[in-house]
């Protein structure tokens, strides 16, 4: 394809580096001129950035372009945007804001997954089971519908590859890399038949490298490589919550290089009261402690604690929902084993769609009320859809949890975004009560003469 642009450009990135390749990749097809800077041509400090290009980069960070004409440009997606042709931004209006509704989904969904499940199995980030649990929750929530919206689709929008599919594509390499297994891959058929074929072209292969290697089984955090590594300074050692993190590695140096001033700090002090050694051991384990999200937290009770207990199995159901066929499997499971006296189905619906517009804002404002409900997910399941189309959608959803009330008025920290939406508890044993459960979960059907768009799950 012959490029667009005017004058050569240069691009600063570092060998490896994610972000990096989806401007490489749009350059490869849309024929813009691109030189990679050699990594002697600029100088980098210990955070990641180009410490002479203040002036031209204001973030100062990789990667960042540059051209003859004296444009500068940092950050990956503008970058790719800028190198590629009409074809892979889109042709139309109408494709434009669906190749960037899958671009800011991307950054904000996957990346951040990528992020928090493959760098600890890279020895590159320290290990957090909360963080990790958490992640690997949402993975299958993305997974799934990524999956769902490739059952009938070749690419993500048109009928060729636009950025879409490339920025995609870039954010799961590692996961497909570390993280998705055979047996993952296989569930999520489609998803794995698109991915493939991206891979597999010409303009990709030159950026990646020919010698990319599926994963063959899920890498596990290596505790002892990682040590080895942390003491030569070569990794992020502490992390954020999951759905706060930046695809920027140095941010996660910068703190790591704070929190190890501190803990020299402590070490000193300790060594300077001589400690008993039994003291030392549980000092040691409070500062591992530190990296969790949630360790500095004060103790609540539990709000649901004098609720009574339930005999349906919401992990279980959460397990069979991920892994196993919906309309087979999941369905069947839940209304074999559904506890009406103890847990209650409600149906929820957005109160102000005639606000609503770009289909990704909807999705983000559904995925803004998941973020504020972690500590629900141990009693409560939700299904929230998303119908209709650009600046003419809604949200709706079904939702179970333990308890005949409404659970967000349980809890002071649950009640952000409740309010926005109308609540209804639905009768169990009524007919269109399973009905309506069977196309919530199921993501299929519509709503108020809206066809189903997308959905989220929470779990």
């Known amino acids: 394809m012959a490029s667009n642009h005017q004058g050569k450009g ?66 990956s997606n503008a970058i790719a945007h800028y190198l590629s042709n009409e074809q892979l931004r889109g042709k139309s209006l109408v494709e434009q804001s669906e190749v960037l509704q899958w671009i800011e989904y991307s950054e904000r969904e996957i990346n951040p997954v990528s992020v928090t499940l493959a760098y600890p199995c890279m020895s590159i980030l320290q290990f957090n089971r909360n963080n990790n649990e958490h992640a690997k929750s949402e993975l299958n929530n993305i997974l799934r519908l990524l999956n769902q919206y490739l059952r009938t689709r070749t690419y993500f929008v048109g009928e060729r590859i636009t950025l879409a599919d490339i920025t995609i594509a870039c954010d799961l390499l590692l996961l497909y890399q570390w993280i998705i297994d055979p047996a993952t891959r296989e569930t999520y058929s489609n998803l794995t038949r698109w991915f493939l074929t991206l891979i597999h072209q010409a303009e990709l292969k030159d950026v990646i490298g020919i010698d990319f290697k599926l994963c063959e089984k899920t890498a596990q955090f290596d505790a002892k490589k990682f040590a080895e590594l942390s003491q030569k300074d070569h990794v992020i050692q502490s992390q954020p ?24 700090a402590k070490q000193e002090e300790k060594q300077a009261k001589k400690p008993k050694e039994s003291e030392t051991k549980e000092e040691d384990r ?150 309506l459960v069977n196309q919530y979960l199921l993501w299929e059907g519509e ?12 779990k």
């Not at 909807?362 to 998941?370: D, I, M, P, V």
């Open 10 to 75: 240069t691009l600063y990135t570092f060998p490896g580096n994610i972000q990096g390749f989806k401007a490489q990749i749009a350059a490869k097809y849309s024929g813009a001129e691109l030189t990679i800077a050699n990594e002697n041509q600029f100088k980098m400090n210990e955070t990641n950035r180009l410490e002479e290009y203040v002036s031209k980069f204001p973030t100062s960070k990789v990667p960042a372009y540059e051209n003859d004409a004296g444009f500068y440009l940092f950050e």
């Open 241 to 264: 919550r999951a759905k706060k993190l930046s695809h920027n590695a140095d941010e996660y140096k910068e703190e790591a290089k704070s929190k190890k001033e501190k803990k020299s």
């Open 286 to 435: 409070a500062d591992d402690e530190t990296d969790d999200a949630y360790a500095n937290e004060p103790k609540q009770k539990d709000p649901f604690a004098d609720i009574p207990k339930t005999t349906f199995n919401m992990d279980e159901f959460k397990r069979v929902y991920s892994n196993e066929d919906t309309a087979e499997k999941a369905l069947p499971y839940f209304w074999t084993n559904f506890d009406k006296d103890h847990c209650s189905i409600w149906f929820c619906e957005y109160k102000y769609s005639d606000e609503l517009t770009q289909i990704y804002r909807t999705c983000n404002l559904a995925s803004g009320f998941f973020q504020r409900l972690d500590k629900l997910r141990k009693h409560a399941f939700g299904s929230m859809c998303v119908f209709g189309e650009n600046n003419n959608n809604t949200i709706a959803g079904i939702w179970f949890w333990r308890g005949h009330e409404l659970a967000f008025e349980l809890s002071p920290d649950w009640q952000v975004d409740y309010e926005s939406y109308t609540w209804k508890r639905l009768s169990v044993d009524d007919e269109n009560t399973q009905k």
């Open 447 to 458: 709503h108020n003469g809206k066809k189903f768009n997308q959905g989220k799950i929470f």
